[in-house]
């Protein structure tokens, strides 16, 4: 314990006179790092508090009406033997099948932040700076900042997420708009809200947009039901949340452009925006490893969004008369995120642009038109045959390649 580095929020220095801490006299700041250091490496009251804020849009939100799972529970058995039929995979873990349960935003922003939470504390640990071993310049008007910046971080990035999670709650229908394995379960969820706000707005009759939402939700859950699927995407998840590498002078380089008079109210408003920028957590912090995996983890993603659009219209164009009016409706809402989801995907290496799904449409595309349908179940059927970069650009490398010994 005698190698730790000086407190700077104690009240004196141990090789000084007291005082000589800028932060001494200010017991403030010593109760706000006992407060922050009992969040553990992430504020999660705060993201929480945040996220369901948000989610609520600061009102009450109120009951699902029961008529809604009624609804689900007709169109979910409809569209699981819809799914199955098309994927020839099961589509539940237990083998019982998957129920949907219709949810508030709130409670869809407080079960991703449990779900994801494993995830952010990764991206934690990587943004979390090695401790200074000497105190700040007490010379230096900004000098206070470095150690309270430190103390913050949990905070902020709790609020962070928070701020993100409810903005996602908003647009989200299901679980896996973004492509995100969840604790194995066969209970999904889906928010009424947004899919009667959505119907609304195109002119969707709403029992269709229901249905081809089960098909989404239940395809993906089909594909993340595969054992060395959703290990490979949870890797290549942990590993990118991990891989971030912090840039100590980014924070002061922003810092010192501002003004900063603490009297001065534009000063004050000039902080509060950077410190709610998302880029002032990402910056130029983006590591060579995590730069490397990227093309084999946007491969894999781009197959597997290819692969659950061509099911959903599969199945869509056998229940439904205006399917490709709803998949365009969708595709198009998609591909026009906002800053919280932008934001999120890059955090989790999940960049969905236009030209990840034009990707895993053209591969999908490739594959069923030199071997039908029957073809696609091979992209599942061992991490051996899980497409490569070069393969999803041109499917009948893949093809070729899967033809092989094992051992070849």
């Known amino acids: 314990m005698d190698d730790l580095p000086p407190d700077p929020f104690s009240d004196s220095e141990p090789d000084g006179d007291p005082g000589d801490s800028p932060l001494s006299g200010m017991p403030l700041f010593g109760d706000l790092a006992k407060l922050f250091a009992q969040q553990g490496p992430v504020g999660w009251d705060a993201a929480r508090q945040l996220a369901l804020s948000i989610a609520a849009d600061g009102g009450d939100e109120g009951n699902i009406d029961p008529l809604e799972r009624i609804h689900l529970e007709q169109l979910v058995r409809i569209a699981e033997l819809h799914v199955g ?54 010379s230096d008007p900004l000098g206070f900042m470095a150690p309270l910046m430190a103390m913050m971080g949990p905070m902020m990035l709790g609020m962070t997420a928070g701020s993100m999670i409810g903005h996602l709650s908003r647009r989200s229908f299901g679980q896996y708009d973004l492509p995100v394995p969840r604790t194995p379960s066969d209970e999904l969820i889906v928010i009424p809200k947004n899919l009667e706000t959505f119907a609304t707005e195109w002119s969707i009759p709403i029992d269709d947009l229901r249905l081809w939402v089960c098909a989404q939700e239940i395809t993906m859950h089909s594909v993340f039901r595969i054992p060395h699927v959703r290990a490979t995407v949870n890797s290549f998840l942990s590993a990118y949340a991990a891989g971030f590498e912090p840039d100590s002078n980014a924070l002061e380089d922003r810092l010192s452009s501002l003004e900063f008079d603490i009297s001065d109210p534009s000063a004050m408003t000039g902080m509060q925006s950077m410190f709610g920028d998302p880029e002032v957590l990402l910056g130029a912090i983006q590591s060579q490893a995590q730069r490397d995996m990227l093309p084999k983890f946007e491969a894999l993603i781009a197959a597997i969004v290819g692969y659950v659009d061509h099911i959903v219209d599969m199945v869509g164009s056998s229940l439904l008369s205006n399917t490709t009016m709803i998949s365009e409706a969708v595709r198009r809402r998609r591909v026009e995120a906002d800053d919280s989801d932008r934001f999120v995907e890059r955090l989790f290496g999940l960049e969905l642009t236009q030209a990840t799904f034009d990707r895993g449409a053209a591969f999908v595309y490739g594959i069923v038109e030199r071997e039908g349908n029957d073809g696609l179940i091979r992209l599942w059927e061992s991490e051996r045959t899980l497409p490569t970069p070069a393969e999803i650009q041109a499917p009948g490398l893949w093809l070729a390649r899967i033809e092989l010994p094992d051992d070849v």
Do not use: C, H, K, Y
């Not at 922003?109 to 939470?117: E, N, S, V």
């Open 85 to 138: 039929n098309a994927t020839g995979l099961p589509t539940s873990f237990g083998g019982t099948g998957v129920s949907i349960m219709p949810v508030t935003r709130g409670q869809w922003a407080a079960t991703t932040l449990d779900a994801w939470r494993p995830l952010f504390e990764r991206l934690a640990s990587s943004l979390t700076p090695p401790a200074s071993p000497t105190a700040p310049d007490a």
